[in-house]
């Protein structure tokens, strides 16, 4: 794309000043920053102005999950079935690492964060170490992917390999990048992070699937067979992946996809809670539970909506494929996002000073036929690290790590 090319691309979503420093940038730094109008699709940031509009939803009703009696139940049964499924490498893990985490308030990537107190207990080790209990159990490796951005993919590789996989098998570690999406002012003017350069941040966790094919992933996934993916995101250090037993059950249960969730603590609690939505799958956000729902109970005289998600979900990947062009919901979200002021000079706000846009994984739950929730015991497997210190902490994840025999 040429400079007139570019301008009236610009011109076409009012955002000529995004040229404002061209004549001052060395020529790489032109040629960037054209390819880097050129790539940018800027009609999302028109929904700016749709900010605060309420999104129509369908009609809610619950969706019973499959909770801890029954599983406990049936749990041989449905761990031979998983067993069976990732020994023959139908199971492969993908670990959503994209986000900035900037409620950790890190400039290093999520996953490098330090949570040891007498030693070095690094986010992402916990993970793996996770996964190799069922490495071990199943005597099967099992292909990880994981997803970065251009935020923090060098940083991220560069530790995995400096760390040496903490352990796993390098071979069956696969990284790839999300896309990235600009971000803007309340008026929808996008920001420029520096002179040559529009501020982007990464698009949410919802084009997962989508990045892992346009990066060749979905190649490996095909040649190796493997019909199921387990997402989790990189914050929740107990999660367990490839749980044989979730496997098991989804499969043995025939739905497009699993979902671990966990009982409310409270009818209240700021979690998105399992439900249909219109007759299909869907997750209904906090702020969407009505009093009414909040009170409702099912049969058994138990809320009719109590279990939230805790983002560990395992899809079927022919369904994911046969979703893959469907439209997902743009979420609009206030940020702190960096920039450069009218004199050049690079501002870190305190505060959240306009949009970013994001697709999220959990409405690709509303796009499938069927759906699990899956019942775990919330101490033993939540313990999800947002903040620095106060709910979902380090803090607060360090206390549950040593409930559970982690040595910290
Ligand atoms: P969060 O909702 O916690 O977002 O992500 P975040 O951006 O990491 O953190 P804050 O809000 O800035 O503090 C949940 C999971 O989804 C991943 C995160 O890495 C985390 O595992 N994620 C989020 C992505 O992979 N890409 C994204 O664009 C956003």
Redesign the pocket.
């Known amino acids: 794309m040429n400079y007139n090319e570019a301008l009236s691309k610009l011109k076409e979503f009012d955002q000529e000043h995004v040229l404002k420093y061209y004549d001052e940038l060395e020529t790489d730094k032109k040629l960037e920053l054209l390819a880097q109008i050129e790539a940018t699709d800027f009609s999302v940031v028109a929904m700016c102005k749709d900010a605060n509009k309420e999104v129509s939803k369908g009609e809610f009703s619950p969706l019973a999950a499959m909770q801890l009696s029954e599983i406990e139940e049936k749990k041989e049964e449905f761990e031979q079935a998983g067993l069976k499924a990732i020994k023959a490498g139908k199971v492969g893990a993908v670990l959503?690492?994209?986000?900035?985490?900037?409620?950790?308030g890190s400039d290093d990537p999520?996953g490098m964060y330090n949570i040891g107190i007498t030693k070095d207990v690094f986010i992402f080790e916990r993970l793996i170490s996770n996964l190799l209990d069922v490495v071990r159990q199943s005597s099967t490796w099992i292909h990880l992917f994981i997803?970065t951005?251009d935020k923090n993919h060098e940083a991220t590789v560069k530790f995995f390999k400096e760390k040496d996989y903490f352990g796993y098998n390098e071979e069956y570690v696969t990284f790839f990048m999300?896309e990235m999406a600009p971000a803007a002012d309340y008026s929808g003017k996008v920001y420029m992070e520096e002179k040559g350069k529009i501020a982007t941040s990464?698009?949410?966790?919802g084009g997962w699937f989508i990045s892992m094919a346009k990066w060749g992933v979905l190649d490996i996934v095909k040649r190796a067979g493997i019909e199921w993916l387990n997402i989790f995101?990189?914050?929740n250090v107990l999660q367990r992946i490839a749980d044989p037993v979730f496997v098991g059950a989804t499969l043995l249960n025939n739905a497009a996809v699993g979902s671990k969730v966990v009982k409310k603590a409270a009818k209240d609690e700021k979690v998105g809670v399992m439900c249909l939505e219109d007759g299909k799958p869907s997750i209904v956000e906090y702020y969407e539970l009505t009093e009414e729902m909040m009170d409702a109970k099912d049969a058994n005289g138990e809320p009719a909506y109590n279990f939230g998600v805790i983002?560990n979900y395992l899809f079927r990947v022919q369904d994911l494929i046969d979703i893959m062009n469907k439209n997902m919901p743009l979420h609009i979200v206030e940020k702190k996002i960096p920039y450069i002021d009218e004199n050049g000079e690079l501002i870190k706000p305190e505060e959240p000073n306009g949009y970013k846009f994001?697709t999220l994984v959990l409405d690709m739950i509303h796009l499938l036929d069927s759906c699990l929730p899956f019942e775990v015991i919330r101490n033993k497997e939540f313990a999800p690290i947002?903040n620095k210190t106060g709910v979902d902490s380090v803090e607060s994840a360090r206390e549950l790590l040593k409930q559970n025999g982690v040595e910290l």
Do not use: F, I, Y
Not at 96 to 104: D, E, I, K
């Open positions: 959503l690492a994209g986000g900035m985490g900037t409620r950790l999520k997803m951005s999300q990464p698009n949410g966790n995101a990189v914050d983002l994001e947002k």
